[in-house]
């Protein structure tokens, strides 16, 4: 009951049962890492219930879990707002949906709900779009880190609403993202507080991109 941090590297195995009776002795939990389990929506639901306290969740390769168990955790890990007894606000703060096969519906709830989301991972995700992602970016006003590697319906649009509204955002890996051109990552540079790049190697721009944006990607050392 006094672990408030669990991480499970290579165990492929984990089941939702087995899930659900760790949860229920950690109600302290704050940050779970469960990376290519046999978890589904029913673990991530039992997660939610015992553990309202969960602050960071990594469900990497979790092919199981769909919007439904997305849902369980955004509507249950949830506090009251000091001195207003009647806002309920989420408490999430790091989220890595890396290869998990949720939709947009998952990202406008994600969007209406987790206000203090600093970080996001949707890596990986072919069905996300625009529209769902500005969800996320205008309803996630604390955003920091942001990661949508091989999302290839994300296009220039998005770096227009991350302009907009993403006033917070430092760190952007859109690696992947073919239909984002280098025009709209300059105009991201230019009017942006992003620091942390990853992008399409093979993009060409007008001016050296090093010299305003710290390079972290190996890729892009390459091609400069």
Do not use: W
């Not at 499970?8 to 949860?23: D, E, P």
């Not at 992003?194 to 091609?223: G, H, Q, W």
């Amino acid at each position: 009951q006094y672990f408030n941090k669990v991480l499970f590297l290579s165990c492929t195995a984990v089941t939702s049962f087995g899930i659900s009776h760790i949860s229920s002795k950690c109600p302290r939990l704050h940050t779970l890492t469960i990376p290519d389990t046999k978890i589904d929506d029913i673990g991530l639901e039992a997660i939610a219930k015992n553990s309202p306290t969960l602050k960071r969740l990594d469900i990497t390769d979790n092919m199981h879990i769909t919007d439904i168990g997305v849902s369980h955790i955004i509507s249950n890990c949830l506090e009251l707002v000091p001195n207003n007894r009647e806002i309920l606000l989420q408490k999430l703060t790091n989220l890595n949906l890396m290869n998990v096969p949720v939709t947009g519906n998952a990202l406008h709830n994600i969007g209406r709900t987790c206000k203090n989301l600093r970080e996001l991972d949707l890596t990986g995700n072919l069905t996300i779009d625009d529209d769902s992602l500005t969800t996320v970016i205008k309803g996630c006003s604390q955003l920091t880190h942001l990661h949508i590697q091989s999302c290839i319906l994300i296009s220039d649009e998005t770096i227009s609403n991350i302009i907009k509204y993403g006033k917070q955002l430092l760190d952007f890996d859109c690696y992947g993202c073919k239909r984002i051109t280098a025009e709209g990552i300059q105009n991201l540079l230019s009017n942006s507080k992003v620091n942390t790049l990853n992008v399409n190697f093979k993009m060409t721009f007008a001016c050296p991109l090093d010299r305003v944006v710290n390079i972290r990607s190996s890729r892009i050392a390459e091609y400069y």
